[in-house]
């Protein structure tokens, strides 16, 4: 029985492969691909100086690499860089191409992003004119291709000039906020620029970034080739979710050649879900074919479950030859819940039918030369936000439709994303070109971004509804001209309401619009009641810290103050001689107009002037943090009014003074570490309200808990003046007080005391800390903190160490640092009391000997 069988079991095989290789000889693949990466050369336009180039890349980081520039973060440099924006800049490769693919049907370069007006030439024809850094662009190229060897020639023209050109065109001034550096950029008439060509806007210059405007093939080049069809796209709609099913359909795009017979199917790593025949027709053209994933399990953010993710592939078969493309989607339902109510109309985000109060912050890209940011940095980034409790992020309009590679990172973490498209703080063109560039750069986007999970909503702008209404520009403009003002104004119109919703509505119509944030609806005006909020009454409008916990709106989508970096950044652009804010170099790592003054105004407020400059950066860190926390607590502690509190910003694009949780170097401020503890899944808050003191619990689990409220006044030597220990039922997903008192009683009660006591709040359950929270009743400049005797004890563990801190006094915001070594603290700028024994891990390479000699500890006593 057993030879028998062999013996057809190789025949049958013989057949098959006699079948296969006398059916085609052909590639069984449909589709080939490969990256035009390499012996890429760089040349000024005019000039006769080819370099070597990267690819993906840009100018300036080619012209570092080739040593024709100097770093433009250190120090003064980036001024010096601003001609490199008015050139022109052309890059060249040659590839070879093979007979074989010479016979394929169709052959296309595939250009994932060109940084911005490119020429694209093959073997001296141009094949493609680009103006949009955020769209992708193919091209069919198979009439210029030659077999051996092709040449690939692109030419970047100037975007200033090109700008300048539209600029000059339009008639009239399209208002564009001073974030466009125009004088920085030394652009002839302080031309702002910016608005007219699609390209991230940051390039220009923010008030946190440089003006170093790019131009480059900033992300990778392909050369496809493919017989009778290619799967342009595949989309996964989810049309229902149940316990024991969930329900799908999977829209393939597909170009065929021509017309003709096809199998498509749908797979997951184990199983063909679906197989569906149908007939092809030639062009691109949308086919259809429903599955289902039995006992679905839910993707879920930070804190409530598992983010869990199901690898999806489509599969096309042609003739017996395939193509396919993966993908992959979480299972979950999503909902921006806009119902009215008593205060007004609700937003908020309902995941799998939960209510769900969104924490965390407005990212920025992580540098101004995009290609350089590695898969680690996003890596960073990500696992900071996630480590930090955060489950969003909103990907700020002022910067890119960020990598796929950071949204696959979002989805296997749990972090939603508030999705801008690329519009900030400036009124833009409405001219059709413009208007049909913008709606192909909105669908290019929206179907590369659509099936991940990650993507919670999809938002017009950032602040120019508030810019045209609030800031007044509507006003001015209507004062120069109505004519030109409504002009502006249409054109917002077409962008914002039209266009955008439009591709939205057809391309991902589960997915919510939201037309600018900040506002209450769509061309509606943010308020406090309706929709998303900006504020910045602190730092802009001087208003105290509290205020972040009594000026609340429905979601709180920005607000922020500013830190320096801390000194080991501040040494990798400055030199001893610049350290002074005033300074022209600190100066010019400090781009908002009122940041110094700001920073000091509210730091001596609370502290005194700080003794030198390495104790001004350590102060401004604390006191960054010690503001935040009032809306990180006072947000959550608003809910379910209140359900968003996204702080601006968790990163940074160079060594800046800046309102970010970490630096440029991914190094956390005290702000990270204060946001990881105000964002905790269970979090107990004291807090003064009018003549109350009150203590807080947020639960956001979605289970109630039983635990234990301790809480105590603690003198700074560590001696227990009063304490109360409460058992609390916390509700599931909830905000409520637990303590209560007049505030007045308190403080006259302890009145000789006040100055030399913390109130310290805990909660435990089952014998664990969920949650602890210091607060002090009066400034720290008005209490008695005397210096402290701080203890440290140094053990091995296998990725650095574990340090453990004891004090005699109550050691006020203790700060470990290790010099210019590379390591993480897992908790930093803590408040240490005494009988407290602290141990905090450092994750670092250093050996021992070198630890203890450059592990410094301080406390806020020292920095005075
Ligand atoms: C917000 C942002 C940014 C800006 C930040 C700090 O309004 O939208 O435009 O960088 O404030 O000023």
């Known amino acids: 029985m057993k030879s028998i069988f062999r013996v057809q079991t190789l025949a049958a095989l013989f057949l098959l492969i006699t ?22 050369t760089f040349n000024q336009v005019g000039q006769d100086e080819w370099l070597p180039a990267t690819v993906p890349g840009t100018v300036h980081t080619d012209l570092i690499d080739n040593e024709k520039i100097e770093d433009p973060f250190y120090r003064l440099n980036e001024h010096n860089l601003q001609w490199i924006d008015k050139v022109d800049w052309e890059y060249k490769t040659t590839f070879t191409v093979e007979k074989s693919l010479l016979k394929r049907d169709r052959i296309q370069l595939d250009f994932k992003g060109l940084d911005t007006y490119a020429d694209v030439m093959l073997n001296n024809n141009k094949v493609a004119s680009t103006d949009n850094m955020f769209r992708e662009w193919q091209m069919d190229v198979k009439e210029f291709l030659q077999e051996g060897e092709n040449e690939l020639h692109i030419v970047f023209r100037s975007p200033i000039v090109e700008g300048i050109k539209k600029y000059d065109a339009q008639g009239y001034v399209i208002p564009a906020s001073d974030n466009d550096q125009a004088e920085n950029g030394e652009v002839e008439g302080g031309k702002r620029v910016s608005i007219y060509t699609r390209k991230a806007g940051y390039h220009f210059g923010w008030d946190w970034g440089p003006r170093l405007v790019t131009s480059g093939i900033w992300r990778p080049v392909y050369l496809q080739a493919w017989d009778e069809a290619k799967i342009e796209d595949l989309q996964i709609i989810q049309n229902s979710v149940e316990e024991d099913k969930a329900t799908f359909t999977a829209v393939f795009e597909v170009d065929a050649a021509e017309k003709g017979k096809a199998v498509f199917s749908v797979k997951n790593e184990q199983n063909k879900l679906a197989e569906a025949s149908i007939n092809l027709v030639e062009g691109t053209n949308k086919y259809t074919v429903n599955f289902e994933i039995e006992n679905p399990k839910l993707w879920w953010t930070v804190g409530l479950g598992d983010p869990y993710l199901y690898n999806l592939t489509g599969e096309l078969s042609v003739k017996g030859r395939t193509t396919s493309k993966d993908t992959r989607i979480g299972i979950r339902t999503l909902e921006l819940v ?3 109510d008593d205060d007004g109309t609700s937003f908020y985000f309902k995941l799998n039918g939960h209510p769900v109060f969104m924490k965390g912050a407005n990212y920025i890209p992580n540098d101004v030369f995009l290609p350089r940011v590695s898969a680690e940095n996003y890596k960073t980034v990500v696992e900071t936000a996630k480590n930090s409790n955060n489950n969003m992020l909103r990907i700020w309009g002022g910067g890119v439709y960020e990598e796929d590679i950071f949204y696959d990172l979002c989805d296997e973490n749990g972090i939603l994303i508030w999705q801008d498209f690329m519009f900030a703080c400036a009124m833009f063109p409405g001219d059709d070109a413009f208007l049909e560039n913008v709606k192909q750069e909105a669908i290019d986007n929206v179907k590369r971004l659509r099936n991940h999970p990650s993507i919670a909503m999809w938002c017009g702008n950032n602040e120019i509804l508030a810019a045209w209404n609030g800031w007044g520009w509507r006003r001015a403009e209507e004062a120069k001209s109505k004519e030109n003002a409504d002009k502006i104004w249409q054109a917002y119109v077409d ?3 039209k266009t955008l919703p439009g591709v939205v509505e057809e391309y991902d119509a589960q997915r919510s619009y939201w037309g600018s944030s900040p506002s209450s609806g769509l061309g509606v005006d943010a308020d406090l009641v309706n929709g998303d909020e900006h504020y910045w009454g602190v730092w802009w409008g001087k208003e105290p810290f509290s205020t972040y916990a009594t000026h609340l709106a429905r979601f709180m989508s920005e607000y922020g103050f500013q830190s320096f970096p801390e000194i080991a950044t501040v040494r990798k ?19 908002s107009s009122i940041g110094n003054g700001t920073i000091e105004y509210y730091m001596l407020k609370e502290y005194n002037k700080p003794k030198d400059f390495e104790s001004f ?6 006191l960054q943090a010690e503001g935040i926390k009032f809306g990180l607590e006072g947000h959550r502690r608003a809910m379910p009014y209140c359900m968003g509190s996204l702080y601006w910003q968790i990163n940074d694009c160079w060594p800046v003074a800046s309102w970010s949780s970490t630096d440029y170097y991914q190094k956390w401020k005290a702000l990270q570490y204060y946001v990881k503890k105000g964002f905790s899944q269970v979090l107990v808050s004291p807090y003064e309200e009018g003549i109350k003191f009150k203590v807080g619990i947020v639960n956001d689990r979605l ?9 105590r006044l603690v003198d700074f030597d560590g001696k227990v003046i009063w304490e109360e220990a409460h058992l609390v039922d916390i509700a599931a997903n909830s905000s409520d007080d637990y303590y209560d008192v007049n505030k007045n009683e308190l403080r006259f009660k302890y009145r000789k005391n006040i100055k030399n006591l913390v109130f310290t709040a805990e909660l435990v359950e089952n014998g664990q800390v969920l949650s602890k929270n210091y607060y002090y009743f009066l400034p720290y400049k008005n209490l008695k903190a005397t ?11 296998d990725e650095g160490f574990d340090v453990t801190v004891s004090t005699d006094k109550l050691a006020k915001s203790v700060y470990l640092q290790i010099g210019d070594e590379e390591g993480f603290f897992s908790d930093n700028y803590f408040d240490l009391l005494p009988n407290e024994k602290v141990t905090i891990n450092l994750r670092t390479k250093i050996p021992e000997e070198q630890l203890n ?7 806020l006593n020292d920095a005075f």
């Open 787 to 797: 210096t402290p005797t701080v203890e440290r004890t140094i053990s091995k563990t």
């Open 338 to 340: 806009r119902d009215k």
């Open 617 to 622: 950066l350590y102060v401004n860190h604390v």
């Open 495 to 497: 962008i914002f309401h």
């Open 573 to 591: 652009y400055a030199t001893p001689e610049d350290y002074d804010i005033r300074s022209e170099v600190m100066n010019s790592h400090q781009r």
């Open 853 to 859: 000699e450059v592990l410094t500890i301080r406390t």
């Open 703 to 711: 289970e109630p808990i039983k635990a234990e409220l301790n809480l």
């Open 19 to 40: 079948v296969a290789c006398t059916q085609t000889s052909k590639d069984p693949k449909l589709m080939i691909q490969s990256e035009i990466n390499s012996n890429w």
